[in-house]
Every structure is written in C-alpha cells, then in structure tokens.
C-alpha cells in the first residue's frame, strides 16, 4: 500500500505509537484530525499493577507530561507528531482502562531521519491560500491546437507543468510564489487541479513559526487586496531529513510532505470567500509586482500596529459593526501617527494646536490618494465624520451608540480607508491613480450606498441630505 498524501477533516489513522527510547513498547493509538479540536491522537492503556506493557504510557498521563516527539506508524505509512502535550485522560477505576490525548503542535505525513527527539525544523514551507490563484491568474495547464489546412483542430496537446513563478526576500528567507497542480484519478477519467502556492526557503532549517511568520504577512497583504477573510488551506514541507526511500534504505526523492500546525489548522476548515469576494482585487498582481511584497515585507514590523486591528475587521464577516469601526479606526489612529503631519491637517488641530484622532483620520485619508469628493464636502469633514463615530461608541460619557447607518457607512469608509493604506505601504512609489486605476469597484459600491440612504458628510463630519435634493 502506497504512503498516505494527505489527510482530511473527519479522517482517522489507528497505528501504534513510537516514543524513540527503546525500552518503551509500543502502544495503540488512533489519531483524528477535526475541524473543532484540529489533530488529536487518542492513547488507551491500562493502569493496572503487574501490567508493566503500559507502566510508561500510564507515567505520560499521570505526570502530565508527555514525549515532546512521537512517531505513529500504521498500515498507510508513518506520521511524525512534534510539540506534543497532553490533553487530558479518563480512566475507569477499578478496571483501570483509561485513554489519554495528546495534541501535538505540528504533524507530518511522514517519518524524519536523524535525533528523533529534535525539534522540528525545515528547509523549505509551502502553503495555499486564499485568493492566491484569482490574483496572480498563474497556471499549469498550457493547451496547443493543431489545424489542418481548412482550419479544422485535427489534435490538441495538453501540457500540465508549474509554468508561473516569482521570487523575492523577506529578511533572509527567499520567498516564491508559483503555480502547482495535482492530479486525482476519477474512475476513467483524469482531473488535474490548477493551484497557486507561497514558499519559504532558507538556507539553514528553521521552525514552523518562523516560516509561518514570514507566510502571514503576504496572507494579510491578501485580506487588504479582497477585501475579505483570507485563510491558508494547507500546508507541506520538504528537507533533507524528509525522503522518500527504497526498501534497502537508498533515497530516490525528497518531496514536499503534508503538515498540519496546531496554528493554523482550524482557520483551513473555515468556509472559502465567494467567488464575488476574489473576482476585484483593489491592486492587479502585476502592478504589486515583487518589488512591492518585498517592501510589504520590509514595512511590516513598523507598521504591524496598522496592519493587525485592520486585518482582524477584515477577518471577521458579520461582526457587529461597532466592533469593525473600532478595530478599522485603531490601525487608522497607529497609521496617522507613522504618516506624520500633511498639508491642511491643521483645520482638525485642538485649540492648543495639537492632533486629535480626527487628524489622525484625515492622515489616513489624504495618504490614500484618492478623491472622496462624492460621499463628503471635505476630506476635513470626512474625518471628523470617522472620529465622531469612533469616539462615540467607545467612550461611555459620550450617551447612546452612534446612528446604525452613519456607523455602518462609517464602517465601510474605514474599511475601504485602511486597504488602500496598505497598498500604498506596499508601494509609495506608485502614485494613487496609477497603483488602483481611475475607478475602484468598491468605492463606486460605497458612493452607492450614501446615494441610496440619501446623506452625505458636511464639513463639521455631519451626515446631511445634500443640497439639491
């Protein structure tokens, strides 16, 4: 039977476990892989005198500490379990049959040579995420046609190779983001899956965190583009000590392995944005280019306060609204602070001639760019708008929550606001009509929404009717 690729929510694997010290025997253990509790591997034992069998499984549970490494190997292969804790046992006294959990940071479909004990740590990470393939358009699949002299397709060569890559850094990992594919065999028929990946490579292993920290940032590069949730969906590895090997111990390959991380598994059963989500991204792949994810990359730390509230309000469909003005607002007040003073910002000063959050909200918007003369009399007012709201639902003397139209509209502003700062982070050498063109469908969507509840922003951050109407 050929080894497990892959293993998917609502799946179990029953194998018996390997703690690496050889005095240890061997004791069944089935692991599940769940969309609530991610990847738990359940152990029975019996906790009985004179059955020395389970005396070290029992000494795990009871301690509460567990092997930090574990190998299960079943009839599908080996999976490595690294990082392991325990979560929890129950035995039934006085038979003395229990089952203890054990949950481990991180999972590999396959078994690792060299110090069992070592922490896990890879050459390369390799993760799809959303929205991947609906920006960058990447694909494997090439098709060549070939006519007969009256024009007739006598012969079509189809051709599935990785045919798109690009490369950048980020401090000292080379990142690339490429066009992939799989094949599955379905009855007579072939079907091969077209995918966009994001690898990490560095030159010496590194943990699991430290590639996945270098993947979240272009994974929230992707929640400002949409506009929406992003979730990474999968994830492999591949090193040195991860090869595939002939029955004489000769190794004929060194693939990409399957992982699961305790970080990041249930985000992966979380449902996928809809097509309409990915189908307008605020910045074209190409226009972002690498030159731009390596200068997102290089920003993010400085900008981290700007980019975690935003990112969580664009993460959350369906929150309550004041909950997304204040995280969307949050990131404003952080980025206001990095932009720094800009022409006409004094008209939001206090009498003492400092910043308020208003100030901070007119930064914001005037750094975007763009003209936002359709929904307000003034970028000034609009600001106001934006800190008025934001003032309001969170400090308690200010009376009653804010109008539930003016804060939604408020909302949609912010969200809007602090997308097209991020892009701008990306690239500040572009200016705004060339980075997102001469129309942006979702701020066409906004001016909409102002026209249908028939108000607009006044300079004093009031919603009035307009004049003339």
């Known amino acids: ?107 590999v479909l396959h078994r690792r040579d060299g110090d069992f004990h070592a922490p896990l740590k890879v050459k390369e990470m390799r993760s799809r995420i959303d929205g991947l393939i609906d920006w960058t ?13 009256e024009n007739l397709v006598k012969k079509v060569t189809i051709e599935v190779a990785s045919l ?35 690898t990490s490579s560095f030159d010496e292993p590194q943990s699991i965190d430290t590639h996945l920290a270098e993947h979240r940032k272009v994974a929230a590069l992707l929640s400002f583009i949409f506009g ?55 910045v074209d792949f190409k226009m972002m ?22 990112v969580s309000a664009l993460n959350r469909p369906g929150a309550i609204l004041e909950n997304l003005v204040v995280n969307a607002a949050m990131s404003m007040e952080a980025a206001g602070s990095l932009i720094g003073d800009v022409d006409g910002e004094s008209a939001t000063h206090s009498r003492g001639g400092r910043p308020t959050t208003a100030t901070y909200m007119y930064r914001c918007l005037k750094k975007s760019g763009w003209e936002w003369s359709a929904i307000c009399t003034s970028v000034t007012g609009l600001a106001r708008a934006i800190a008025n709201n934001y003032n309001t639902i969170k400090h308690f003397d200010r009376g009653q929550f804010p109008d539930p139209t003016e804060t939604y509209l408020v909302s949609s502003v912010a969200a809007l606001v602090v997308r097209m700062l991020a892009m701008r982070i990306a690239r500040p050498d572009q200016g705004a009509t060339e980075l997102f063109g001469e129309r942006i469908h979702d701020f066409d969507r906004l001016k909409d929404e102002f026209e249908a509840y028939g108000v607009i922003v006044d300079d004093t951050g009031k919603f009035v009717t307009p004049s003339g109407t």
């Open 1 to 107: 039977m050929a080894a497990r690729r892959s293993i998917k929510f609502g799946e179990s694997i029953t194998g018996m476990l390997i703690d690496g010290i050889d005095e240890t025997p061997y004791v069944a253990a089935t692991l599940h892989l769940d969309e609530s509790t991610g990847v738990q591997v359940e152990v029975p034992y019996m906790d009985i005198p004179g059955t020395s069998q389970f005396d070290a499984t029992v000494q795990w549970f009871k301690s509460g500490k567990t092997p930090k490494n574990l190998v299960l190997t079943s009839l599908e292969g080996d999976v490595s379990l690294f990082d392991c804790r325990d979560s929890g046992n129950t035995t039934n006294y006085p038979r003395g049959i229990g089952i203890g959990k054990i949950t481990p940071a991180n999972l």
């Open 137 to 149: 358009r990447f694909g494997a699949i090439n098709r060549t046609a070939e006519v007969d002299d």
């Open 164 to 198: 798109h890559e690009v490369k950048w850094r980020q401090q000292s990992a080379t990142m690339r983001l490429g066009s992939d594919w799989n094949i599955d065999p379905e009855r007579n028929s072939v079907t091969v899956n077209e995918t966009v990946s994001l």
């Open 228 to 282: 929406c949730a992003i979730y990474f969906r999968r994830h492999d590895i591949r090193d040195p000590l991860f090869t595939g090997k002939t029955l004489n111990g000769r190794v004929v390959e060194q693939p990409f392995y399957q992982l699961i991380s305790r970080s990041t598994v249930k985000e992966s059963a979380k449902p996928e944005p809809s097509q309409g989500k990915l189908i307008r991204p605020l």
């Open 289 to 310: 280019s690498p030159r731009g994810l390596e200068c997102w990359a290089q920003k993010y730390d400085e900008w981290s306060r700007f980019i975690h509230p935003a």
